[in-house]
């Protein structure tokens, strides 16, 4: 699947600054994901691998259309999105696909998954939120999460927002996307410990 032409990526900034007017601390941005960036975080997921893929905010769907030019069937992506005008779009915009509506960081609640997820990837302002309510988030991830799965996070920081010293993960900065509004960098989270899972809450 192609990702958005130029047209429907201008209504779909539009439709993003409207959300972000209304609720700045949800929307997290002002405007959609790059493409750039978008397929930054997608070849952060093994589309061979087995198992759902879960999108946690993925808004207007620029990282879904990503991860689905990736090789990523329809029917493993899971999208978890809070706005409720995004959901409709989502709906439509892409058969086949599972969007569940409600707040990612009830993620556990939220998603059940028949088989280990191959990957988490969130499009979430994390740094909106307090530190430990990004920790609790990592870790509910990693108990959905096949061990050794990612969790695919950008940041407009150009630190991670999960400290390595509070997840007990192992964190890489996969990419820094200079061609987003504004730069943005991609960080990917992998579970420790024999199981590939174990993290601090």
């Not at 589309?47 to 090789?71: H, M, N, Q």
């Not at 430990?132 to 407009?156: K, S």
């Given at each position: 699947?192609p990702l958005p032409?130029?047209?429907?990526?201008?209504?779909?900034?539009?439709?993003?600054?409207?959300?972000?007017?209304?609720?700045?601390?949800?929307?997290?941005?002002?405007?959609?994901?790059?493409?750039?960036?978008?397929?930054?975080?997608?070849?952060?997921?093994?589309?061979?691998?087995?198992?759902?893929?879960?999108?946690?905010?993925?808004?207007?769907?620029?990282?879904?259309?990503?991860?689905?030019?990736?090789?990523?069937?329809?029917?493993?992506?899971?999208?978890?999105?809070?706005?409720?005008?995004?959901?409709?779009?989502?709906?439509?915009?892409?058969?086949?696909?599972?969007?569940?509506?409600?707040?990612?960081?009830?993620?556990?609640?939220?998603v059940a998954v028949?088989?280990?997820?191959?990957?988490?990837?969130?499009?979430?302002?994390?740094?909106?939120?307090?530190?430990?309510?990004?920790?609790?988030?990592?870790?509910?991830?990693?108990?959905?999460?096949?061990?050794?799965?990612?969790?695919?996070?950008?940041?407009?920081?150009?630190?991670?927002?999960?400290?390595?010293?509070?997840?007990?993960?192992?964190?890489?900065?996969?990419?820094?996307?200079?061609?987003?509004?504004?730069?943005?960098?991609?960080?990917?989270?992998?579970?420790t410990g024999p199981?590939?899972?174990?993290?601090?809450?």
């Amino acid at each position: 699947m192609p990702l958005p032409s130029p047209a429907r990526r201008l209504g779909d900034e539009t439709q993003f600054l409207r959300s972000w007017m209304a609720k700045p601390l949800s929307t997290g941005a002002v405007m959609p994901s790059s493409r750039a960036l978008a397929r930054a975080m997608a070849n952060c997921v093994d589309p061979a691998s087995e198992g759902p893929v879960i999108e946690l905010g993925p808004g207007t769907g620029v990282v879904t259309a990503a991860l689905l030019e990736r090789g990523v069937a329809p029917s493993r992506l899971v999208l978890v999105e809070f706005n409720a005008g995004f959901c409709d779009l989502l709906r439509a915009r892409y058969p086949g696909v599972t969007v569940v509506a409600g707040d990612a960081y009830a993620i556990r609640r939220l998603v059940a998954v028949r088989h280990e997820a191959a990957a988490v990837v969130s499009g979430l302002p994390l740094f909106n939120r307090p530190l430990r309510c990004r920790v609790r988030l990592l870790a509910d991830a990693f108990t959905l999460l096949a061990p050794g799965a990612p969790f695919v996070q950008f940041t407009y920081a150009m630190v991670p927002p999960v400290p390595r010293s509070w997840s007990g993960a192992r964190v890489r900065a996969a990419t820094l996307v200079w061609r987003n509004v504004p730069p943005a960098r991609v960080f990917v989270y992998r579970g420790t410990g024999p199981s590939g899972r174990r993290v601090r809450r």
